[in-house]
């Protein structure tokens, strides 16, 4: 358990800990069940158990899938989002994707991860008239976005392949990946080379690139984004764009760890 949980006795002050409960859900990128935090905490069970019922009941935390450990509920996913849209913080971030756009010519994003969708959260468009509308708070999948997949590349691979087994992965387009093994596939290339890409498999004649944004704890907190009509560029003109990008997302996590 990290030292600034604790106070001088080596306890956990009781108005702190479900606080800490919460913080240490998020920092461990995928859901915890009440052993995980037991042992994370140094808290007995009884008082683990009392504290995820609060939470759930709540809406801060909500069960996953396998029905015993605990991720990030509606609550604290709206909490997350508005942290990082608090103003000062909004207005520095502004301005570093709105250089950004200045230099590719394209729409750029941010994106987090809501609960089943990635949610845009700051988009500066493109000056020119042909462009695709998806305005800030827009939801899209996971499985067949540029933003989603480098999201689902920065997964645990067990928790992963769990995804991957039960989510339902609609055809949005001739070329949207359906086959769960190809996704996966395609998530491990994500991971290892760095940066996600959209092919054409969110909408037709759209293709984007998307690359992480790092939190201080080295989790993916969201992504930064491009995308652009095929009538401007092919995905591999649009590639070309990427180390600008993981420049312009490497000044983003300053930012968000100052």
């Not at 991720?71 to 989002?81: A, E």
């Not at 493109?126 to 997964?155: D, E, N």
Request: aromatic share 6%; with cysteine; proline share 6%.
């Amino acid at each position: 358990m990290p030292d600034d949980m604790t106070g001088d006795s080596g306890q956990i002050p009781t108005n702190m800990r479900l606080l800490l409960m919460l913080e240490a859900v998020v920092r461990n990128g995928s859901p915890m069940s009440p052993t995980d935090l037991c042992t994370e905490m140094g808290l007995p069970k009884p008082t683990v158990h009392r504290l995820l019922q609060t939470c759930e009941a709540e809406g801060f935390l909500q069960r996953d899938l396998d029905g015993r450990s605990y991720g990030p509920g509606r609550r604290l996913r709206r909490l997350s989002v508005a942290t990082l849209s608090t103003q000062a913080l909004r207005t520095a971030r502004l301005a570093i994707l709105n250089a950004l756009a200045d230099k590719v010519g394209e729409t750029c994003n941010i994106a987090a991860p809501d609960r089943e969708a990635m949610v845009y959260i700051d988009r500066i468009e493109t000056k020119w008239p042909l462009r695709i509308q998806l305005p800030v708070g827009t939801h899209v999948p996971f499985y067949c976005t540029a933003s989603g997949k480098m999201y689902l590349s920065s997964l645990k691979t067990d928790y992963l392949d769990r995804i991957l087994r039960v989510a339902p992965l609609e055809r949005r387009t001739s070329r949207t990946i359906t086959d769960p093994g190809a996704l996966g596939d395609e998530i491990a290339l994500t991971r290892n080379r760095g940066y996600a890409t959209d092919d054409e498999e969110f909408l037709e004649g759209m293709v984007a690139i998307a690359v992480p944004i790092w939190g201080r704890d080295g989790h993916v907190i969201s992504t930064l984004s491009i995308h652009a009509p095929v009538l401007r560029y092919s995905l591999d003109e649009l590639k070309y764009f990427v180390p600008q990008l993981e420049r312009t997302a490497g000044d983003l996590s300053d930012l968000l760890s100052a």
